[in-house]
């Protein structure tokens, strides 16, 4: 096997010992701790107040457009990291395009900002 | 990668490792925990701390952890029950991802990733998924903001983060951390060559972006606007109790210590002491030795790093949620593109 992929193997061994530790303290606590059931107990707790309605009751997520512009953002950044790992080898050109682009990802920015989109809505 | 003296097979090397990571991850948390969550964060508030288990209060973490251990679990009715255990485990298992790009020295790191800088982001945002996982799940009306919040919190800060390590990658020439640590031991400043080069020097504005958004990303104060004890009773962590918190607990500092080390991986010069000559003409000159030495520096620095971030935490007030967000998207992104900027005209240009 390369070491490439001998590599990401260890990262699979990783999470496997995640996984094997997080079980066995929670096997562990499951052995020791104490259980009396009682129907209060299991009520969502919400400062001591019987809870009204569903706990998943509509409310208004006001930065669906944070999320939106964070996708843009974040796939623009992808493309960046190739050439910032080899700037120098694509010398000026290289630095011209991507200046260029990165002021179009300024003035995106600064478009949402200017459209009011910024802001607490 | 280099020859070790002794010839170990894959399996006994992986088991290694893998053991190294366990420590890696939970000494720093035991740490972080008892030196600046316990002692710092009373000296501060001019109280003693835990004086009573062991001298000084030493043992108090084996003690939390054995009353964790016997509390009752309780998962309230309504909640979606396998999610509900789900979530704790995911954001335990994004920290010990994260740990496995951290080098610790010539030969002593967990794998050599060429796409380092991408894997430790793509990892880093794992727990954001916990995170939503347990708010969601758990069908409380404080857990759901605090999900909500969180996950328009780690958002705002992880582009900011992104881009600061961008200037990083430029200056290295490379996303392989082992890479980034060598070219800052070897590296010039200024064309001085013998002292090295470690970026916090160069890239110092994007060493500020990068700790505040990892102040954020760990929801610390000023930060912690998803937990907010005082208006939604921790918010994604309302219904946990027993153990499966402790592991909520435990994740966070365990995160900040793997942060903290990624942030001297990144821009203090990893394993190396920045400003001294280790002969690094050749790097296997001093490979078997740095395998012993690299993991206390960088447990040093690491140790140093959490100092600022708690040292913030426990002098700061809450910012509100819309104040947050400003600040990211108004201040930090353009001031990090600027900063990308600057550093390819630099880097191109001299």
């Known amino acids: 096997m390369s070491d490439f992929l001998r590599d990401y193997l260890n990262v699979v061994w990783f999470s496997v010992a995640a996984l094997a530790i997080g079980g066995l303290l929670l096997g562990l606590a499951a052995a020791i701790r104490p259980t ?16 009204v309605g569903m706990g998943w009751s509509q409310s208004q997520i006001r930065y669906y457009v944070f999320a939106l512009l964070f996708v843009i953002f974040d796939v623009e950044a992808v493309f960046l990291f190739p050439w910032a790992a080899s700037a120098e080898r694509y010398g000026t050109f290289g630095l011209v395009v991507m200046l260029i682009f990165i002021v179009l990802l300024l003035d995106g920015l600064f478009y949402a900002w200017k459209r009011g989109l910024l802001r607490w809505v | ?39 710092m ?22 003690a939390e952890v054995g009353k964790w251990l016997q509390k009752e679990d309780i998962q309230p009715d309504n909640a979606d029950k396998t999610i509900f255990k789900m ?28 796409a380092g800088v991408f894997y430790f ?9 916990g995170i939503l996982m347990a708010g969601w799940s758990s069908a409380n009306k404080y857990s759901l903001l605090g999900g909500l919040r969180a996950a328009g ?47 916090i020097l160069t890239q110092g504005v994007g060493f500020l972006i990068f700790m505040i958004a990892v102040q954020a990303e760990l929801t610390q104060p000023p930060f912690d606007m998803p937990i907010a004890e005082s208006e939604l009773v921790s918010g994604y962590m309302t219904e946990y109790s027993g153990f499966r ?36 003409e050749n790097l296997d000159d001093v490979a078997w030795w740095m395998n012993v030495v690299g993991p206390l520096i960088m447990f040093t620095k690491m140790m140093g790093l959490v100092l600022i971030i708690m040292w913030v935490r426990f002098s700061s007030p809450r ?22 900027a600057v550093t390819a005209i630099l880097k191109v240009v001299f």
């Not at chain 2, 002794?6 to 000494?27: K, N, T």
Request: no cysteine; glycine share 10%; aromatic share 16%.
């Open chain 2, 87 to 114: 979530a704790p485990v995911v954001v335990l298992l994004s920290t010990f991802l994260l740990i496995v790009v951290v080098p610790f020295g010539p030969d002593a790191f967990f794998a050599d990733l060429d």
């Open chain 2, 121 to 129: 982001l793509a990892v880093g945002s794992v727990s954001v998924l």
């Open chain 2, 41 to 62: 964060m009373s000296f501060m508030q001019s109280r003693l701390g835990p004086m009573e288990a062991g001298p000084f209060g030493s043992m108090q973490l084996l």
């Open chain 1, 36 to 51: 009396f059931p009682s129907a209060e107990k299991y009520i969502a707790y919400e400062s001591g107040v019987d809870p």
């Open chain 2, 153 to 199: 919190q780690l958002i705002a800060y992880e582009l900011p983060m992104v881009l600061a390590t961008l200037g990083v990658v430029i200056q290295a020439g490379s996303m392989n951390l082992n890479r980034i640590v060598e070219v800052q031991n070897t590296g010039e400043i200024f064309g001085i060559g013998i002292l090295g080069n470690p970026f």
């Open chain 2, 319 to 340: 910012f509100r949620e819309d104040q947050l967000q400003t600040f990211a998207w108004k201040f930090l992104i353009p001031l990090s593109l600027a900063n990308i």
């Open chain 2, 1 to 39: 990668m280099h020859q070790l003296a002794v010839e170990i097979p894959y399996w006994g090397q992986s088991i290694f490792r893998v053991l190294g990571g366990l420590v890696a991850v939970l000494l720093p948390a035991g740490g972080i925990v008892y030196l600046f969550l316990f002692k």
């Open chain 2, 245 to 280: 918190f402790l592991m909520f607990f435990i994740a966070e500092f365990a995160t900040a210590g793997v942060f903290a080390f990624i942030a001297s991986v990144l821009f203090l010069g990893g394993w190396g002491v920045p400003f001294t000559w280790f002969g690094w």
